[in-house]
């Protein structure tokens, strides 16, 4: 009788989550969790809860079910298995910030295990793509976005590749050939079911950022405005802080500056409230990109109400400014520690802080050097 109230729950889970009831369908699936007993039940229940963790933006509970996948895979002595939870994990650690970790696994699996499972090597291709391009290594992506393609050219890879290829040229600062792979995501992710919700949702938030880029403000706020009240029903939670971070950027460059404080607030907030309780107890290389986004957004905010006469002094861009630069050097993400660095050279600049503008040059040199 329980194996068969878990099967229940685990294929009313799935109905759930197919009419985008995703919470109710990931309460479901925990039941089912507790319900099974065999092993290979309990891999097909933390299936459902990594996809659904990975489409919410919920990494630590993402890296927690892959660690329960990998146990069972290797208690079963099951190789599928074991290449599938490898993977898992190296996505969740992928969304923890820890970039050459996930591509150290993917690439172990694409010499290993992966080639057996056409699927499996795609998204092996596409999560190691990403990883290499936080960490500045632009011919490697390339080449991982290639190999995808050839693999398997379906809808649901162009889609993918169109985003990681728009997020490429934004760091090139090409914003006019970014915006077009933004568009061709948007229009890929709009002819899928509801499991493309959370691409449609990032190509959106995405083209809402190369318009603030372009200064068409309330074309920005608009499409943010749609995109944050998409992640709020989903409970997408890091992209309701992304969308935040945008509005406080469209704001900031109309000169609404409190306004753009009380948004970069907002989402720091939204940010914090997705972390577990025993975070700060962890031993975390890092905290992600988004974070440092949201105080260089807010330490410009301040920079600006100083140079508009809205404020005297800037020791609280100051105080910012150290923390960013320590998040940001606990980083193995190349790409934000450079762009760290050259923000905050150009800051120390406007402040006549010649010493500290020369030392943040060079460390953005150095950067650039590393390989």
Known sequence: MGQQMARYNLDRGARLYSRNKRIEAIEKWKVALNQVRRASDKFSALAYLISASA??????????????????????????????????????????????????????????????????TVDCHLFAARSLLALGEFDACIRHLYEARIIRNKQEIELQIHIIL?????????????????ECAKGLSESFDVTSSKYQRESEIRLAEVNCKFERLDEATSIAKDALRASMLEGDVQLEARCLTCLGEANRRRGDYHEALENYEHAKRKLASNLPQDFQKRPQQLLHRLEIKILLGKTATLMAMRRNGCICECKVALELN?????????????????????????????????????LCSIAAQDILQVK
């Open 55 to 120: 489409q919410l933006n919920h990494p630590f509970q993402m890296l927690e079910y892959a660690q329960q996948q990998r146990n069972i895979a290797e208690m079963l002595d099951c190789a599928v298995k074991d290449a599938y939870a490898n993977f898992n994990l190296a996505v969740a650690r992928y969304y923890l910030g820890e970039n050459r970790w996930c591509v150290r696994r993917v690439e172990t699996l694409l010499e290993r295990d992966a080639p057996k499972d056409t699927r499996l």
């Open 166 to 182: 728009g997020d490429l040229l934004i760091e090139l600062r090409d914003y006019e050939k970014a915006e077009e792979h933004y």
């Open 322 to 358: 150290k923390i960013i630069l320590s998040k940001a050097e606990q980083s193995d993400d190349k790409m934000t520690k450079l762009r760290c660095n050259v923000y905050l050279e150009k800051l120390y600049r406007y402040l006549s802080d010649w010493p500290a503008a020369h």
